[in-house]
């Protein structure tokens, strides 16, 4: 297993270098690094002495890919993409370009209450939605599991947007029944976390629900249901001992993927609810094109997600004894 | 024995339970213990980029900056037209001119009260300037450090201030405009430039700069080249506030930059607040500085202050709010809701809730809708120093230039552009059309009959109308384009309006622009950009028609009179403000006569002289000022909009303990879509789980 995991780890190398250029190229195609000065100094009495003394203080008065005027390897290094690139592979994310504050020290922050959010929808959401597929699996071909399947498909139609301002205007407007928005450290986070995390489960309920089930309708069919039938077994035992277990690889494949990610937060959810998370970091970089920023946490997430099918990959083995590391 | 899922639901109902026995309402979001304290409560929507007093030049950061830094004047907060005052200057300065080798000098004397003290803060602690890092490292704020001490403000301070105008490692916003003025700033720019050392802390102390000196302890000479009598306004910016060497030495110290302890991010300052807690993306605290000598609420102000309350706390002493709490709040939706629910004072009105909020009555007036009088909130109004206009570009051969052709186009397309129209449909009415480039409040603006603009409008009734759009079709014609065709080539004319509005809710504002044009039969073609290949093309003078705005920076009408000052064209200049590029000899020497003058009846002579060249050119095919409407609860005391201070919180006054009954009142929990949630939830629970007992008792079939 190790020396899988080191070749996969070796492979990760190479992606996430396109993956930079890719964002480094996206991100030049639109902005010179002068337009990124002026964007960063604003539109009054911004001088062009400005301009170059930010251009130089952030490391953007040099060639983006190729500096010709330099010698020998230098001309690949002492390029922007070089320099700004090369840290982020030891982690090193450097200063925002708006505000100058350490990114690294704001990640450090701002993934709490990102994981706040994210794990409790995460969890309750996987619990909910599989107790509720495993539901409609068990009363399959009744009205239940119809109703069941309706309901899905009309909660997977509406957008996470109508069910975020009509949960606000809800349970905290109408209702008065917790804050609609804001946040604050330890116990008292409680208090602003319900709403958000229900909107959570309930947003990926129809979806998720109508998944699992398609999985677990798909099990039951299988001759080992029936034979676990004929033997007798209760239809709890047949579903949560043999359905659920046989349906674990494509459940793990699309769940654990997902889990180091979580930290990265909800782009919109933590907006709506004011949730200082790194997903709301994540789109006030992009508003204020602070390419520092978006550029660390466009790594950071091809990180968790390599990290991530890295892991789908080792789940298999422990819930699939057939498969084998080769 | 009930199963353990059952037992945590019956804690969980419990607590509910115990929750709502308690007196604060389940949707307060604050902590319970600050229910009825003597705090105010605001927001904030874009996180500050800098609270350094030398780089900060935004209004968002100004609500933090100006009410911990305390330059040496400030505004009068009741009086109009705005009037300097002292803040912690004995008076406002007087320039003094000196001649000296053929030139002329302006200096200034400026004079501290003395006694002011600042804030408590660690920086003032002589242990706290040699820290290790392993001790920073563990810091949350740098007011975990013990021992907090202060010192008396110095003239020293402010000087020292000065010079980091032209520190190599800030980017202050004035500092290119500054070194023009003060003495020796450009050359001290490039000094310090050579003295800094990476990792090194640049004493400014031992870097003096010529045009600034200090005179005694509580006495500093500034020194400006020839004649800026708009310098005074300078002085009432956080640009020239004071900023103690401690507070530099302390946050220089390796790993404060880490922990994001700088002086961008911790304010230290004489004024009635300090930036206690300080996380950007969610909430910001100002608590009240036990150090401020305090100040008295102003006796004097306007006609109507007395009548509205707002002279009633005269002579008392400021502050009267123990702590500010201010918190994000990136969408519209949350932040009204929780206005309403009373959980902030103040607000805004967006544009999907003004109807909710605002009534026009027939004569135009705004007022409060019902619903919003029964709550108590009061709506204050107040036009801002601030013009949008729609401009040519002069070095467009089709639009600009002073040709009769080109001068009677931009006079039909002006006719034709109904601002009022507009400000109806995509303001809700919240503006007022400009008729010169000055904004109402600023001296040399003139109100009704003699300021309207006689190329557009047509006073009839009292009031200045439209001008009708048959008069736009003729002088349309004179110039040549009959029917929105050129009469020399026959093809139709097509004009084109360079835009950063290119959203889909952008849509109806630029369909609104081609309407008005196709009411002359002009062809009026888009060019959405993005904000950078906008600015760049103004910096080419490659538009053609674009719109832009600008917002004073002290009200004097010099401030807007230059955008249309010659050698401030962008395209020569590229850090002019005359985007439009507008030329004119005579109203160049007349800007030039108008600048360095005092308010006088010969400078209202002067600036009436270049309305009139400004609107005879016509190089605006007009604009509006928009009106700025927020609203306060009723237990919000003294509240009253002034668009050049910022440092206003120190005036307000709440009522807490109304508003924590009042919030009661508003936000009691309504239960019943819980239980009915439970019942619903019940109601398909039980079917199914007799129905599974059933199957599971059912005999094979």
Known sequence: MTAYIVRRILYAIPILVLVNLLTFALFFVVNTPEDMARMQLGAKRVTPEAIEKWKIEHGYDRPLLWNAKAEGLEKATRTIFFEKSVKLFTLSFGASEADKRDIGNEIKTRMWPSLALAIPVFLVGLAVNITFALFLAFFRATYLDYSGVVLCVAMMSVSTLFYIIGGQYLVSKLWHLVPISGYDEGLDAAKFLVLPVVIGIISSFGSGGRFYRTLFVEEMGKDYVRTARAKGLAETTVLFRHVLKNAMIPILTGVVVVIPTLFLGSLIAESFFGIPGLGSYTIDAIQAQDFAVVRAMVFLGSVLYIIGLVLTDISYTLVDPRVRFG | ???????????????????????????????????????????????????????????????????????????????????????????????????????????????????????????????????????????????????????????????????????????????????????????????????????????????????????????????????????????????????????????SQAGMAEKNFTLDWWPIGTGPYMLRQNNPNARMVLERNPNFRGEPYPAEGEPGDAAAGLLADAGKRMPFVDRAVFTREKEGIPLWNKF????????????????????????????????????????????????????????????????????????????????????????????????????????????????????????????????????????????????????????????????????????????????????????????????????????????QIFIVGWSADYPDPENFMFLLHGVQGRARNEQGVNASNYVNPEYDALFERMRNMPNSPERQRIIDRMTEIFRHDSPWIGGFHPKNYSLAHGWLANSKPNEMADNTLKYLRVDAPRRDALRNQWNEPVVWPLLLALAVLAAAVVPAVVSYRRRERMSAR
């Not at chain 2, 902030?344 to 809730?353: A, E, F, H, L, R």
Request: hydrophobic residues 40%.
């Open chain 2, 1 to 251: 024995m009930p199963s353990p899922a059952l037992r945590a639901l019956l804690i969980a109902a419990a607590l509910a339970l115990l929750a709502g026995c308690s007196e604060a309402p389940w949707n307060y979001p604050y902590s319970a213990a600050d229910r009825d304290r003597n705090i105010l409560y605001s927001v904030f929507v874009d996180r500050p980029k800098h609270l350094d007093p030398a780089q900060s030049y935004a209004s968002d950061e100004a609500v933090f900056t100006r009410q911990v830094y305390e330059p040496p004047l400030q505004y009068h907060y009741l009086k109009r037209p705005y009037e300097l005052i002292p803040l912690t200057a004995a008076a406002v300065p007087q320039a003094r001119l000196v001649e000296k080798n053929g030139a002329t000098y302006s200096v200034y004397d400026v004079r501290i009260q003395p006694g002011i003290r600042y804030q408590p803060h660690p920086a003032f602690n002589p242990a706290h300037l040699a820290l290790d890092r392993a001790t920073i490292a563990g810091l949350r704020s740098p007011y975990d450090l013990p021992a907090h001490a202060a010192r008396e403000l110095t003239a020293d301070d402010y000087i020292y201030q000065i010079k980091r105008l032209a520190h190599p490692q800030l980017h202050s916003p004035i500092f290119g405009l500054m070194s023009e003025y003060i003495v020796g700033l450009k050359e001290y720019g490039e000094r310090l430039k050579k003295a800094a050392r990476p990792g090194t802390w640049l004493d400014l102390r031992e870097h003096p700069l010529e045009g600034v000196e200090r005179v005694d302890a509580q006495t500093y000479r500034v020194t400006l080249k020839g004649r800026y009598p708009q310098f005074v306004y300078w002085l009432a910016m956080p640009f020239f506030a004071p900023m103690p060497w401690e507070a530099d030495r302390f946050f």
């Open chain 2, 340 to 543: 309403l629910q009373g959980y902030y004072d103040v607000s805004g009105i967006q544009s999907d809730t003004f109807d909710q909020v605002v009534r026009i009555s027939v004569e135009g007036d705004a007022n409060l809708t019902p619903e919003m009088e029964r709550r108590g909130i009061e709506l204050r109004t107040s036009i801002a120093a601030t013009v949008f206009y729609l401009s040519v570009n002069w070095l467009d051969p089709v639009v600009g230039g002073n040709s009769e052709r080109a001068r009677k186009l931009r006079h039909a397309l002006a006719i034709a552009t109904d601002w009022e129209e507009y400000l109806s449909i995509f303001a809700n009415g919240r503006g007022v059309p400009s008729h010169s480039p000055l904004a109402p409040g600023i001296f040399g603006y003139r109100d009704g009959r003699d300021g309207f603009n006689p190329v557009a409008y047509e006073w009839r009734g009292g009031q200045a109308h439209r001008r009708p759009i048959e008069q736009a079709k003729k002088l349309l014609a004179e110039a040549g384009y009959r029917d929105g065709r050129d009469a020399k080539t026959g093809q139709p004319l097509v004009l084109y309006l360079d835009t950063t509005s290119r959203g889909p809710g952008d849509k109806p504002r630029l369909d609104w622009w081609r309407k008005q044009f196709a009411k002359l039969s002009i062809q009026l073609e888009v060019r959405e950009t993005d904000w950078n290949r906008f600015q760049e093309k103004l910096r080419k003078g490659t538009t």
